[in-house]
């Protein structure tokens, strides 16, 4: 089984930043693709931020300039840095990532628990 485990979430002042990091465990043999989602209140999931196994990444137009993508392979660790951050962006962060547990095996996605960030005004 695979775990990801979130954390670094909280409550900011407007302008403030914060770093989050999903840390992932358990049956890995690779990790492919890393993504950042959130969700807020009355709003659909949306992707923030994805980083693929060549450390490509890609960011919503929302957050361009502002959080950065990054991941340590070593430590099967992805992180988000988020900084300038404005009310807009308070919401539930999840982190997705394509995990294949064994040589050969099919590569599925799997979910963290959610960390909630709060930026105030």
């Known amino acids: 089984q695979v775990q990801l485990v979130e954390s670094g979430g909280g409550l900011v002042q407007a302008g403030g930043s914060l770093r989050l990091s999903c840390a992932a465990s358990?049956?890995?043999?690779?990790?492919?693709?890393m993504a950042w989602y959130r969700q807020a209140p009355g709003k659909q999931r949306e992707l923030v931020a994805i980083?693929?196994?060549?450390?490509?990444?890609n960011y919503a137009d929302s957050v361009k300039g502002r959080f950065t993508i990054s991941r340590d392979n070593a430590k099967n660790t992805m992180y988000l840095q988020m900084n300038s951050l404005k009310p807009d962006d308070t919401a539930v962060y999840y982190c997705n990532v394509e995990i294949s547990s064994r040589l050969g095996s099919a590569v599925f996605r799997h979910w963290g628990q959610g960390t909630q960030v709060t930026v105030s005004s």
């Open positions: 358990g049956s890995i043999f690779s990790i492919n693709t």
């Open positions: 980083i693929t196994s060549g450390d490509r990444t």
